[in-house]
T-cell receptor
Framework: GAVVSQHPSRVICKSGTSVKIECRSL??????MFWYRQFPKQSLMLMAT?????????EQGVEKDKFLINHASLTLSTLTVTSAHPEDSSFYIC????????????FGAGSRLTVL | QKEVEQDPGPLSVPEGAIVSLNCTYS??????FMWYRQYSRKGPELLMY????GNKEDGRFTAQVDKSSKYISLFIRDSQPSDSATYLC??????????????FGKGTLLTVNP
């Protein structure tokens, strides 16, 4: 089955630093990847849609200059949290939709970011 | 009103019980319905995917969609301790394309006690 790998699974950083999270589709090509954020006991909230070879589409209220998304290839999207602050501490999850047009998403295992 | 409402629980049942998980939605444009299972500190994994009203069965799991009342359910028969997880309903109006977007419920935390 389709597998999405996310790295790192956990990261702790100091306030003001930047953190990069990678999302890879291991056995399929993904023209579109999605980045979600999940706070404790809350649902997944879509942050942005990452499109290979073009700019990401951000949801309302998500700062594009703070959450930089790059989708440089059909198997890799990265999310960089710039100048991270404690309120950015959250569980970040990526997902991918196969280029074949499947209507379901495959999720990565998530990355837990803690900003001190 | 949120687009997808789901009782967060927690729900605790004995092993072997039948579990019923439910969501309601408000947008009649939603056509595709999914249930995801999420273990603690992990990403969601797809359990069931349905398109139309009716039932879909897969092993111990049955997904039910009633578009007339905008109500979706997941039933788990013979529940096992390994079923203990958070169950998220999700829906979308789009069949695909660059604007494909899932709307999730808040998730119901289920514990199956041995």
């Amino acid at each position: 089955g389709a597998v999405v790998s996310q790295h790192p699974s956990r990261v702790i950083c100091k306030s003001g630093t930047s953190v990069k999270i990678e999302c890879r589709s291991l056995d399929f090509q993904a023209t579109t990847m999605f980045w979600y954020r999940q706070f404790p006991k809350q649902s997944l909230m879509l942050m942005a849609t990452s499109n290979e070879g073009s700019k990401a589409t951000y949801e309302q209220g998500v700062e594009k200059d703070k959450f930089l998304i790059n989708h440089a290839s059909l198997t890799l999207s990265t999310l960089t949290v710039t100048s991270a602050h404690p309120e950015d501490s959250s569980f970040y999850i990526c997902s991918a939709r196969q280029s074949s047009g499947a209507n379901v998403l495959t999720f990565g295992a998530g990355s837990r970011l803690t900003v001190l | 009103q949120k687009e997808v409402e789901q009782d967060p629980g927690p729900l605790s049942v004995p092993e072997g019980a039948i579990v019923s998980l439910n969501c309601t939605y408000s947008n009649s444009a939603f056509q595709y319905f999914m249930w995801y299972r999420q273990y603690s500190r992990k990403g969601p994994e797809l359990l069931m995917y349905t398109y139309s009203s009716g039932n879909k069965e897969d092993g111990r799991f049955t997904a039910q969609v009633d578009k007339s009342s905008k109500y979706i359910s997941l039933f788990i028969r013979d529940s096992q301790p390994s079923d203990s997880a958070t169950y998220l309903c999700a829906t979308t109006a789009n069949s695909g394309g660059s604007n494909y977007k899932l709307t999730f419920g808040k998730g119901t935390l289920l514990t199956v006690n041995p």
